[in-house]
């Protein structure tokens, strides 16, 4: 078979097999590190957290990236969000500040830079985000029963182990980047996503067999839920593939007695350009509610602090899908320049069949950019709001998860990252590749945020 052919392939390129074992190692260092947990939490407090987490389906949200670590009260409890919320910010600072811009353009010595801003910053979120959740931890152990109040000293010191355990999976995901197989953040963060899947889809499974509670549809719902999360998944992948070609035509040019250009080949332009960043951002927003409620239930919020802080309400459905929508366009137009490509294709003696050279291939550009932003965009603010149309349909709030957003788009982006990574060893070493036609199309960018 085609299959145990190419699985003998890759573990007969020694690169190769050592990359994908010291990948498995590192992953499963942070797997046992999501279950240690923090000095002075007892098994009774874990049930009190998980129950919390179980009826707040933003806490849930939160509770997937960090592949169960938040409900646990784990070390790795903050997970790698700190990293990626500092990483978002320096990408926008390198948007609108000069400096930025040139630390950018630098190149290595300019991205180190900007890297140690990245971890400096990581470590400023981390001092306020561990407080934060360890006063909301206090306050609901306490809610159920559990152990006296954290005085400040504890709490002080359960920070910094905190701020630790989230600094180290970021050194996990750089030695994952560097001596691993696929970009080590984003594999930490689809690891984390996996690790809620079996227990989701077990519970979902059960929930529909005959005489369990609230069953609703028997076995055969089970059977057309896992067929339409196939087909949203097959979607979420030519979302992420999609591409626009543009031809452009090379005039050809003498050097010495060597002729060159004359060829013809294609700019693609990405459907979905921003990646995974417009949900990203739009739910940074979106939790913005619940933070300033003090991590509360919803049940205890009324008005507009309740409507947005029920990721299943209309509401809240319909702002994130707005939100994702308009930062689409914002994060394509700061990330794709018309004008950069039309001055580079000028400058190599190109032009677009039919349209000149200049400001009206720069304007070409824009506007078949805009064309197919347009569709990229609404598909994503569907996909990202498929979970509440689950939930609708009575698919349990865990299983709901894994239907749309954030999760399953970076579950369909490192997963081709990392497959377009393993067949470039296999071509290099004159192996067939995954697929029959060799070619694996990843996203534009190296990381799943």
Not at 18 to 27: E, G, N, P
Not at 259 to 268: C, D, H, S, T, V
């Amino acid at each position: 078979m085609r299959f145990i052919q190419t699985i003998k392939n890759i573990w007969t390129i020694e690169e190769l097999r050592k990359r994908i074992l010291v990948t498995l190692l590192l992953v499963l260092v942070y797997r046992l590190g999501c279950y240690v947990v923090l000095p002075g939490i007892s098994p009774s407090d874990l049930d009190a957290l998980s129950s919390f987490t179980n009826k707040s389906g933003l806490m849930q949200l939160l509770d997937m990236f960090s592949g169960g670590a938040f409900s646990q009260a784990s070390i790795f409890a903050l997970g790698i969000m700190p990293y990626i919320t500092a990483s978002i910010v320096i990408q926008l600072l390198g948007m609108v500040l000069p400096s930025f811009q040139k630390m950018q353009r630098e190149g290595e010595s300019g991205r180190q830079k900007l890297n140690q801003y990245t971890r400096f910053l990581t470590v400023a979120i981390l001092i306020l985000q561990g407080p934060a959740y360890l006063v909301n931890l206090n306050m609901q152990v306490a809610a159920a029963g559990g152990s006296g109040p954290l005085g400040f000293w504890t709490i002080a010191y359960l920070t910094v182990i905190l701020a630790a355990g989230s600094m180290f999976i970021m050194w996990l995901g750089e030695r994952i980047t560097d001596r691993g197989i696929g970009n080590g953040i984003s594999f930490i963060i689809l690891v984390g996503i996996i690790a809620r899947l079996p227990g989701a889809l077990s519970y979902e499974f059960i929930s529909r067999l005959p005489g369990s509670t609230g069953s609703q549809g028997g076995l055969i719902m089970f059977v057309i839920e896992i067929i339409l999360l196939f087909a949203v998944t097959v979607g979420a992948v030519l979302l992420v593939q999609g591409t626009r070609k543009v031809p452009v035509q090379y005039a050809k040019r003498m050097v010495g007695n060597r002729q060159y250009g004359g060829a013809r080949q294609y700019i693609p332009l990405k459907v979905n350009a921003a990646g995974v960043m417009p949900i990203i951002f739009a739910q940074a927003i979106m939790f913005i509610p619940i933070t300033l409620a003090g991590f509360g239930s919803v049940g205890e919020n009324s008005g507009f602090v309740a409507a947005f802080s029920d990721i299943n309400g209309f509401w809240y459905n319909a702002v994130y899908f707005i939100l994702i929508v308009a930062f689409t366009y914002f994060y394509t137009a700061v990330t794709v320049r018309p004008n950069d490509i039309a001055e580079n294709i000028k400058n190599n003696n190109g032009f677009i069949p039919g349209v000149k050279p200049g400001k009206k291939t720069a304007e070409y550009l824009d506007s078949i950019l805009s064309r197919i932003t347009l569709p990229g965009s609404l598909f994503l603010g569907i996909v990202a709001i498929l979970p509440a149309f689950a939930r609708f349909f009575g698919i349990s709030q865990n299983f709901a998860q894994f239907f749309g957003g954030t999760s399953l788009l970076i579950l369909v982006g490192v997963v081709l990252d990392t497959l377009q990574q393993i067949e470039s060893h296999l071509m290099m070493h004159h192996y067939d590749g995954l697929m029959k036609d060799g070619k694996i199309k990843g996203r534009t960018t190296g990381s799943a945020y």
